[in-house]
């Protein structure tokens, strides 16, 4: 054998290892994603732009699941059924449970085909958000965490200081309670409880607390730091008088300049904007500290995934990945929704967001709590979406005055425990 022969023949495993990036583009990129009130104007304009930087490829948008919980179990259904999309935009939360079914596509090579990651924007902690067992299962496409939306009309008709808005919940409740005190068909406040178990974890993680225990065999949530959250919620109740709105109907009630305070992802700034009565004085600020040694609050957000086995097709769903989680992709997701850029060159460099958050202050409480922010639980095992309804249950239990904090949270412990692996 002669020498470019052995090379050949050294080469050849390695080819087959690599992705398909230097294969023929496939025609189309079929692409999933959820909650369209936050993300239809971005992924559409994001699929115009890459289409017209790439003439050879057209994306086609399935239709968006209404939330992270809904996106999973679709994609969950189609990886038994068939017809998964090529791309899907997945709760960073729900990613462990792709993978333990195998879906994602592990993008480990596709990434080391890129050369300087860091320089394009992807660095290790970047990269981490789509990391799950062991894999990267996704490349992180919008990150979040919790912040506090004040309507200043309210504020300053409840005697509040706008200029020093409240930075610990007694002060914030106490408010809170003075402007549900105004009447006139306002509302006090609302804190998004429903749906899943983020801005539940956002009280624990603030009290220093932590889901399970570190061996993943039992709930931890039910000790001192989980009793202090449900116990604020009941405060919020009571003391702050919240309603027991649904988010949508809250949005609403902010919207129209019924409510004062609302406390969510960073990801309503986009649509407050777009939303908000011309009257209303929007202002942003950081969640309240409680713990200020112990204190964390959850990155929420999603993931693109790679899901499908089609080798032919993964050179067009990489590059379509690769546009939406590089600088333009993630100025325009940032833009248009209030989700922080997964991106560090989008978010420094003055032709992307360089300038953005100095123009935009109400983005900036989301990137100033970022030091302290960690990931977005993910439980083990095939029942997280019913351990999420669990937790949401009795919280919603709570809020609707049917259960003590204490009963609520005791048999939101023993509901977790049944559904955990054995």
Known sequence: MNLLSRRAALAAPLALAMPAIARAQA????????MPAFFKDVMEKIAEEFQAANPGITVRHLAPSPSYEDAVQQVLRQGVAGG???????????????????????????LAAEGDLAAKGWTPNLLGLGHAQGTQAGMAFASSNPVVYYNLNLVRRAGGDVENLPTDWNTLLGLAGRIAALGDGNSSMHYRWAGDDWMFSALLYGHGGRMLTE?????????????????????????GRMPAFTVDAALQAFYA????????????????????????ELRTAKMPVIDAEKGRLPTGGNAGVILTREAARHAAAWKYLTFATGPRGQEIMTRGTGYVPCNTVAASDERYLGGFYRENPLYAPAMQQMPIAQPWYAFPGTNGVRITETIVNNIARVVEGNATPDVALAEMATGVRRLLPR
Do not use: C, W
């Open 27 to 34: 025609a189309e990129v079929v692409v999933h994603y959820p």
């Open 84 to 110: 998964l999309p090529d791309v899907s935009f997945q709760g960073l939360n729900r990613l462990r449970m792709l993978v333990e079914r195998r879906l994602p596509v592990d993008l480990a090579p596709f």
């Open 215 to 239: 061996d993943e065999r039992e709930v931890a949530f039910n000790g001192a730091e989980g009793r202090a959250s449900m116990v604020l919620i009941d405060r919020m109740v009571k003391e």
């Open 257 to 280: 300049g019924k409510m004062g305070i609302f406390s969510g992802t960073t990801a309503y700034i986009g649509s407050m904007l777009r939303s908000i009565g011309r009257d209303v």
